[in-house]
């Protein structure tokens, strides 16, 4: 089974940081892209980031792309996510994928998915 686990939400300030974890089961990092989701109450899930793990190959939605920063630790079958100058409309629940066989931006292309962290950007 693979299982992912996410960590690291809570509660920032607007311009505040965040780091979220996503601690994966397998060999699912080795094989597969992973990538972040959110979903605010009431909206669609919706991409974030996501990193080739055999390969640095990393791609980001618009509004991620300046602020957050993806990686992984290979060793620790780990994935990041970095979250700088967070804002309200960032706040949703955030949602570690796994099992794309390419970096892909459709929630469709992941088989696997945690249980998501909260992150709420008060202002």
């Known amino acids: 089974q693979v299982q992912l686990v996410e960590s690291g939400g809570g509660l920032v300030q607007a311009g505040g940081s965040l780091r979220l974890s996503c601690a994966a089961s397998?060999?699912?990092?080795?094989?597969?892209?992973v990538g972040w989701f959110r979903q605010a109450p009431g909206k669609e899930r919706e991409f974030v980031a996501a990193?080739?793990?055999?390969?640095?190959?990393?791609v980001y939605a618009d509004f991620a792309k300046d602020r957050f920063t993806i990686s992984r630790d290979n060793a620790k079958n780990t994935a990041y996510l970095q979250m700088n100058t967070l804002k309200p409309e960032d706040t949703a629940v955030y949602f570690c994928?796994?099992?794309?066989?390419?970096?892909?931006?459709?929630?469709?292309?992941?088989?696997?998915w945690g249980q998501g962290t909260q992150v709420t950007v008060s202002s």
């Open positions: 994928a796994a099992g794309a066989l390419y970096v892909a931006r459709h929630l469709a292309q992941y088989q696997f």
């Open positions: 990193i080739k793990w055999r390969e640095d190959n990393r």
């Open positions: 397998g060999r699912t990092f080795s094989n597969y892209a």
